[in-house]
């Protein structure tokens, strides 16, 4: 999107959307009218958005309905364009009073991106080195109401405690000896689950990153991707009758 003159194209490097949303290499952008006020977007197949529905509320995955788009509060046009370091925005054009830029397109104006998502990891991953996510404020919230995040996170934990007693999740207090946390990847996004410490279980794991409750209390456990945002706090969801733990602002 270097030039005005081209109507589509790939990205040729990881480009900010927007509230520390990331949009991957490769993917394809095109406009969709003649005035350029708005493009949609197709990820790379390795990837998916995180979408919310602004009027119901609903956060879905989907590898479609991504989109920007600029609109003009007063007559005129605006233009989307990508700027360089500091990623999708508007320009003014022919538009005589203020650009507004959103993170959803006409096709689908209800939803809105709130986050890219690695479509490979679609199962708790204990490899975190893998491709990451990007998700907004917004969307971290979100993340943990979509349903294939749910269902994997309830599979990962009846698997962990089928035939081992589970800690009192509700009480958040775990006795050191007997439990773990551990860093898994879901989807790309960074959460923290509650194992148990076995010696037979973790030999099954030997890549599993864990850490004593200790560690996880310490004031530096959590760090920010943002990087004018030193520290990050813990903190928690409840997923039937389990808890995960996550790192926010």
């Known amino acids: ?3 005005l003159e081209l109507k589509e194209g790939f990205l040729e490097e990881e480009t900010l959307l927007g509230d520390n949303i990331y949009l991957p290499e490769g993917t394809r952008w095109s406009y969709t009218n003649e005035q350029k006020n708005e493009v949609i977007f197709e990820l790379p197949k390795e990837y998916i958005f995180l979408l919310k529905n602004v009027e119901s509320g ?22 989307v364009f990508s700027f360089e370091n500091l990623g ?41 080195s893998q491709k990451k ?12 109401k979509v349903d294939e995040v749910k269902n994997e996170i309830k599979r990962t934990y009846d698997f962990l ?45 030997p890549n599993l990153n864990t850490y004593s409750f200790a560690d ?12 004018s945002q030193e520290k990050c706090n813990l903190k928690k969801t409840e997923i039937s009758n389990y808890t995960t733990y996550y790192c926010n602002d």
């Open 133 to 144: 996510a990007s998700l907004s404020s917004d969307g971290i919230e979100g993340f943990f």
């Open 58 to 79: 609903e956060y879905i995955l989907s590898n479609k309905g991504g989109g920007y788009s600029c609109s003009c509060t007063g007559g005129g046009n605006c233009q």
């Open 88 to 128: 999708f925005g508007c320009l003014q054009n022919t538009c005589v009073d203020s650009c507004i830029g959103s993170m959803n397109s006409a096709k689908e104006p209800n939803l809105q991106i709130v986050g890219v998502l690695n479509a490979n990891n679609d199962m708790l991953d204990a490899n975190i």
């Open 1 to 3: 999107m270097k030039s």
């Open 161 to 205: 405690y089928e035939n081992i007693e589970k800690p009192d999740f509700e009480s958040g207090i775990y006795n050191p000896d007997q439990y773990l946390y551990a860093k898994v990847l879901l989807y790309g996004f960074e959460i923290g689950v509650i194992i148990p410490n076995d010696a037979g279980l973790l030999k099954l794991l």
């Open 216 to 227: 996880v209390k310490s004031s530096s456990f959590c760090n920010c991707n943002d990087e």
